[in-house]
């Protein structure tokens, strides 16, 4: 029972590189989310998508940016590493069901560090 | 503006009760989740209000007052595994991903 599986758990990176991170869920779900978690303050949406095909903004989307070709998979680009997006980046997803309580489902994360 | 309010750290003794206070102040609201974090991990999903009055799930009840935009989270027959963070999370609107989330409450079980 996979539920959301995020790649890689780890990676450091110099000021300027890019990256990927994946995240793929095999519960049928039609939301996708990438929150980044920094010490001292909530989670933060990044982007988010609600359906294939379809993105949007979250709440601090600078210097990232996302793609959703498949329902299952939602991937989150770094263009041009800074050392403010040294973080704990989780992927997270649900189902989206008007009236009903549907709780965000988490991936364990990926450790970024930028140099 | 939007804001919601946990204590930072809380210490409780195994085998006592703690309660974990969350205050809120969003431009909307359709429910209240609470969410566990152990250190290192992903954020898992304990409870949902929407609705005033308390909800009980085993050794775990979350507490919503809509009109004072207030909840808590009460903890019984601590265990050494519920050392955790404790994740207060607003919906606004009818979209889940339209979620505030406070920084969540650091919780500290001593033997």
């Known amino acids: 029972n996979a539920g959301v599986t995020q790649t890689p758990k780890f990676r450091v990176l110099k000021t300027g590189q890019s990256m990927t991170l994946l995240c793929a869920q095999d519960?049928?779900?039609?939301?996708m989310y990438w929150y980044r978690q920094d010490p001292g303050m909530g989670l933060r949406l990044i982007h988010y998508?609600?359906?294939?095909?379809?993105?949007a903004k979250g709440e601090v989307p600078d210097g990232y940016n996302v793609s959703r070709l498949k329902k299952q998979n939602f991937l989150l680009g770094l263009e041009s590493a800074a050392p403010s997006q040294t973080s704990v980046y989780f992927c997270?997803?649900?189902?989206?069901?008007?009236?009903?309580?549907?709780?965000?489902?988490f991936g364990d994360g990926t450790r970024l560090s930028i140099l | 503006g939007q804001n919601i309010d946990q204590p930072t750290e809380m210490t409780a003794t195994e085998g006592a009760i703690v309660q974990i206070n969350c205050t809120y102040q969003?431009?909307?609201?359709?429910?209240l989740f609470w969410y566990q974090q152990h250190a290192g991990e992903a954020p898992t999903f304990l409870s949902y209000?929407?609705l005033d009055g308390l909800e009980e799930k085993g050794r775990f009840s979350s507490f919503l007052s809509r009109s004072k935009g207030y909840s808590y989270l009460l903890l019984k027959e601590l265990q050494m595994k519920d050392s955790a963070s404790y994740l207060c999370?607003?919906?606004?609107?009818?979209?889940?991903?339209?979620?505030?989330w406070g920084a969540g409450t650091k919780l500290i079980i001593k033997p």
């Open positions: 997270a997803s649900s189902h989206e069901r008007t009236g009903n309580n549907q709780p965000q489902h």
């Open positions: 969003t431009s909307g609201f359709n429910g």
């Open positions: 519960m049928n779900h039609e939301y």
């Open positions: 209000n929407v």
């Open positions: 999370a607003v919906r606004e609107g009818d979209s889940n991903y339209q979620l505030i």
């Open positions: 998508s609600v359906g294939e095909g379809t993105t």
